[in-house]
């Protein structure tokens, strides 16, 4: 499959926005759960936010209230906004698939996840 493209990222002050956009490819698109993880310096990858295929959405404790995931199935296209951004969040940003179609749920392991983006940079300044 062809790898998906994540854009959007960038420096920005704490308190700051930030619009986060993966562009996925392939027919199946509609039909899978997707998310967004991140990675720090010297940490693990962990997830951020997720989205089923029917719209249902789940986020990290760290993110919830401040970041909000959403898909457009026409555009086959994933986006994460942003806000209240805080030094802290600062990571490398990666969107990837759920492995398996039509899942109800929203998997947080990133080992269920396949079809990795390249990532993109997110500072966030103090």
């Known amino acids: 499959q062809v790898r998906p493209v994540e854009s959007g990222g960038g420096l920005v002050q704490a308190g700051g926005s930030l619009r986060l956009s993966c562009a996925a490819s392939?027919?199946?698109?509609?039909?899978?759960?997707m998310g967004w993880f991140r990675q720090a310096p010297g940490k693990e990858r962990e997830f951020v936010a997720g989205?089923?295929?029917?719209?249902?959405?789940d986020y990290a404790d760290s993110v919830k209230g401040r970041f909000t995931i959403s898909r457009d199935n026409a555009k086959n296209t994933l986006n994460l906004q942003m806000n209240s951004l805080q030094p802290e969040d600062t990571a490398i940003y990666y969107c990837?698939?759920?492995?398996?179609?039509?899942?109800?749920?929203?998997?947080?392991?990133?080992?269920?996840?396949?079809?990795w983006g390249q990532g993109t940079q997110v500072t966030v300044s103090s």
């Open positions: 989205i089923n295929w029917g719209g249902d959405s």
């Open positions: 990837a698939t759920q492995i398996g179609l039509y899942s109800t749920y929203v998997r947080r392991n990133p080992n269920d996840y396949d079809t």
């Open positions: 392939g027919r199946t698109f509609s039909r899978s759960g």
